[in-house]
């Protein structure tokens, strides 16, 4: 899994998947990487977000969601924006 992955993997990551943007702090909430229209796109598991913005930052679940939805979904970054994946399935 990448966010298994020692921090000296990170450079040698982007590397790779050159261009690709990565969202600061949500490090161990990556899941992979994808391609979007050609551009390379990091992908985060959304709960893992949730969570990480509930036990690090003490935040409750709806301030987590709303944090999120301003400050990080609604962000466009240009085409290797990142993509966010929900488990819809179990909400």
């Known amino acids: 899994m990448v966010a298994a992955a020692a921090a000296a ?32 796109v990091a992908i985060y598991d959304l709960k893992k977000c949730y969570n990480i913005l509930i036990e690090r930052d003490g935040m409750d679940d709806t301030e987590a969601m709303e944090y999120m939805d301003f400050n990080v979904l609604g962000a466009y970054m240009g085409d290797s924006t990142p993509i966010f994946l929900g488990d819809f399935a179990k909400a």
């Open 9 to 40: 993997d990170w450079d040698e990551l982007t590397e790779i998947y050159e261009g690709v943007l990565l969202a600061d702090g949500f490090e161990e909430a990556l899941i992979g990487f994808g391609y979007q229209f050609n551009y390379p």
